[in-house]
């Protein structure tokens, strides 16, 4: 609590000046003015905790599911291996490791393409299936000649256009849940760079001037007009409101997306069907592995070998499977209803930076209609200036707060969701 001195005039006071007596010195309206600050920043952290906490977990549960989905496509496919190929199984199911460990990559942001990790794996999967399929032997083929296989698979094309399918899909199922994914998380960050703005001088007076001058002429209960509080705060929020027409064009987009996550290019679909692409392309290797062979052998030669590894299969097949078999019971339903459900409670936010100025003073800030008011100088019936509307353009017949010009901070977070729109 500040300690109250006895009234006087007030001549060093910068902003609560005032023909009457005042209590406040100085150093009080250096500590309210703190406050002021403090106060607004608690209000908006307040007005945005549920659209926050509403978009941060459903972050989090997406992101988990799809590292779910992940471990169980990695499932599906290396029992694939252990079932019917057990004798490549041990090798295959590291490189099934590896493809599932860059789909993750990709699909949490890092920058790799699709096509660069689906041909990985089918170029690291040749050498294997050559050596166990196409030309078994007493022996394995040395790491020389399955460099040459690796290298020439593009060529070769021993599993068809099975690997083209795949670059297909994986492109079509996982680029969308990315980009769902990162507009998320954008999500997060405009809140919290709204959340925590940097006022202006003539702002921050303004704030002081509003919620803390009357303290100084004792009129401690009294709450600003609403047309007054409506103009302080919609000069302080000018940039935040310029926030609107793109906030809005992001929710739509997010919901455009949301629809298109669903069906036969869904990431659920694609994942845990991919087990089925990798039989297909096997099943091929196997069935042309003479004109394979022909082929190998002009391009690497005869087959060169070395003593052979003991075989066997070296995944797990009851990790995790009692977890996985539980969530790939109509996963795909569970993901398209939770998406759903999402866009619907976010679609009620549309409106929040239009509106945020005005729902500070009517939930928060402002006196209820009817009842006396402060206007920033004194107690009076009603607040007669001109109210202004919300944006900076608006700000210039501001007659609380004087707008100069845009926050470079709130620039930067309309750029970012101008270009999470665009992709």
């Known amino acids: 609590l500040i300690n109250v001195p006895a009234f006087s005039l007030g001549v060093d006071l910068q902003v609560c000046t005032s023909k009457n007596p005042t209590c406040c010195t100085r150093k009080m309206e250096e500590r309210y003015q703190t406050a002021a600050k403090q106060d607004i920043q608690q209000v908006l952290q307040t007005s945005s905790a549920a659209l926050k906490f509403l978009i941060s977990r459903n972050a989090a549960a997406f992101q988990e599911t799809f590292e779910m989905l992940i471990r169980l496509a990695e499932n599906y496919t290396s029992t694939l291996f252990c079932n019917a190929y057990r004798t490549m199984a041990a090798e295959a199911t590291v490189h099934v490791q ?51 296989l690796r290298v020439a698979r593009r060529d070769i094309k021993p599993f068809g256009n099975i690997p083209k399918k795949a670059i297909g899909q994986m492109g079509r199922s996982l680029l969308p849940s990315r980009t769902f994914l990162q507009a998320l998380n954008l999500g997060i960050e405009v809140i919290n760079t709204t959340d925590h703005l940097h006022f202006s001088k003539a702002c921050s007076r303004a704030l002081l001037r509003m919620q803390y001058c009357p303290h100084c002429q004792g009129l401690t209960l009294s709450k600003p007009c609403m047309g007054y509080c409506l103009n302080t705060i919609r000069g302080c929020l000018a940039d935040v409101a310029e926030v609107d027409l793109h906030w809005r064009g ?98 009620l936010y549309r409106a929040f930076y239009g509106g945020l100025a005005d729902q500070l003073c009517r939930n928060e800030l402002a006196a209820a209609d009817g009842l006396p008011c402060w206007n920033g100088e004194d107690v009076i019936r009603s607040y007669t200036h001109h109210v202004v509307g919300s944006g900076i353009k608006a700000q210039s017949a501001n007659p609380e707060v004087q707008v100069k010009g845009a926050d470079p901070v709130i620039s930067q977070i309309i750029d970012k969701l101008k270009h999470v729109i665009q992709v």
């Open 98 to 148: 590896e493809f599932f460990t860059d789909a993750g990559l990709f699909l949490f942001g890092t920058d790799i393409r699709t096509e660069e990790f689906v041909n990985r794996f089918f170029d690291t999967l040749f050498p294997v299936v050559y050596n166990h399929v196409i030309n078994p032997g007493p022996t394995d083929i040395s790491l020389e000649y399955a460099e040459c």
């Open 250 to 347: 992001y929710i739509q987009s997010l919901e455009e997306l949301s629809g298109a996550l669903n069906g036969a290019h869904s990431i659920e679909h694609v994942l845990l069907n991919f087990h089925s692409l990798v039989r297909d392309a096997l099943v091929q290797a196997r069935i042309n592995r003479k004109e394979l062979s022909e082929q190998v052998n002009k391009i690497c030669g005869p087959p060169v070998r070395k003593p052979k590894k003991s075989p066997g299969c070296s995944f797990d097949q009851n990790k995790d499977n009692q977890g996985l078999k539980m969530f790939s019971r109509d996963s795909e339903e569970t993901l398209a209803n939770r998406r759903k459900e999402f866009i619907s409670h976010l679609r």
